[in-house]
């Protein structure tokens, strides 16, 4: 992100240049792009205005998926290893399927033993494109 913000200041700087009105508007929406994605996967999980809002306010999932056990739920990622990790913390915190699990928020599940940041992150990912899959169908 740094590097498209340095591109849009030093475009600003000679906006005199004859190819300003080209540039700008490409960097622009690269950076919209990146600023899209980086804000989607991942870090709606993170933010602090997210903490106290239970998981089925930050993503919707169809019907089908919010029955399926946690077990089934980390099986639908191809990374074994964080998989059974996460299975492994969800069920010692209690959670057993997805409906229960969406009722947590970001915050209690940062307490969550052997659920550190590694694990979030997949989670939160694994849950947007859960929710971005289910939206094109």
């Avoid at 508007?25 to 997210?50: C, D, G, I, Y």
């Avoid at 409906?99 to 970001?106: G, I, R, S, V």
């Avoid at 915050?107 to 969550?112: A, C, I, M, Q, T």
């Amino acid at each position: 992100m740094g590097e498209l913000d340095y591109l849009i200041d030093s475009l600003n700087k000679n906006n005199e240049d004859p190819n300003y009105h080209i540039l700008y508007p490409k960097v622009e929406e690269a950076r919209q792009r990146v600023l899209l994605n980086e804000e989607s996967s991942t870090n709606w999980f993170f933010l602090a205005k997210n903490d106290s809002k239970p998981l089925m306010e930050l993503v919707t999932l169809p019907q089908h998926i919010q029955e399926k056990s946690i077990q089934e739920l980390v099986e639908l990622s191809p990374d074994t290893h964080i998989n059974t990790r996460i299975s492994n913390a969800l069920h010692r915190m209690g959670c057993t399927s997805v409906a229960e699990l969406l009722q947590k928020t970001p915050y209690d599940l940062r307490f969550v033993r052997n659920f550190g940041v590694g694990s979030q992150k997949h989670f939160a990912e694994l849950l947007w494109n859960l929710q971005v899959k289910n939206r094109t169908k």
